[in-house]
């Protein structure tokens, strides 16, 4: 049904061609999938297959086509997923989070058996993190300057912790319309503060209650700055 894009050009070319939902583990790709499909009811897809994924809802395919979005962490390959295709043409929706943040969060991915609603020991969670942050600001690296910089398409950077600070204003004013979705047309905004109050600040299925506990060390700061240089701040974060 093309009913809900701004143009019947807008549907066919969503038909057509592919648009990638990029981002780093962690990074809150699978809320933002869950709030995407609520306003649109059109699926995205992934190219990854997880219980967890299936269970929160989410359809998993090979193929972009079809699918309102498709998402990869591609370029990188870092303990969890397989290792797709880098995306090479379509378009991306970049999904950026602090990187420090987003590492702590995809520790515990990890650690809980790759489930998003398992609590994690602190003690434990703090030790990987510990062991596995210099890799996995490594890979950060290497996912935000390949979309930023390297990949040849149309692209969109959205920043979760601005999407998460004002998710109906973000939605229906940048990321759905640049998707060629008409956020007018009834229904829409309404799905979206549906689907967002009901995930909630701590949805249980796709965000961690227990992370706030462990705090993020001047080392970790430092190691970070140390490994990423200057890209943090091109992305748009002063301070992590």
Known sequence: DCGIFISAAACESKHRGHTWLASFP?????WLRKIIQAATLIFTGSVYSTDALLAAAHINASSPNGFLGMKTHAPINVFAFDDPDV??????LLLLRNP???SLS??????????HDV???AETLRARLTDWLPTFLEA???HAEYYLYRFPGRRLVVRYEDLTGNPVVLLTKQVLPWMGINTSMPGVEERIRCMVAQLGVRHSVVRRHHMSSINITQGDRDLAWRILGRLPLEAGYVDL
């Open 87 to 92: 995306p090479t043409s379509g378009e991306a």
């Open 119 to 121: 609590e994690v020991r």
């Open 140 to 142: 950060w690296k290497i």
């Open 26 to 30: 962690g990074s809150g790709s699978t």
């Open 100 to 102: 420090l943040q987003a």
């Open 106 to 115: 995809y520790t515990s991915f990890l650690l809980s058996g790759k489930v």
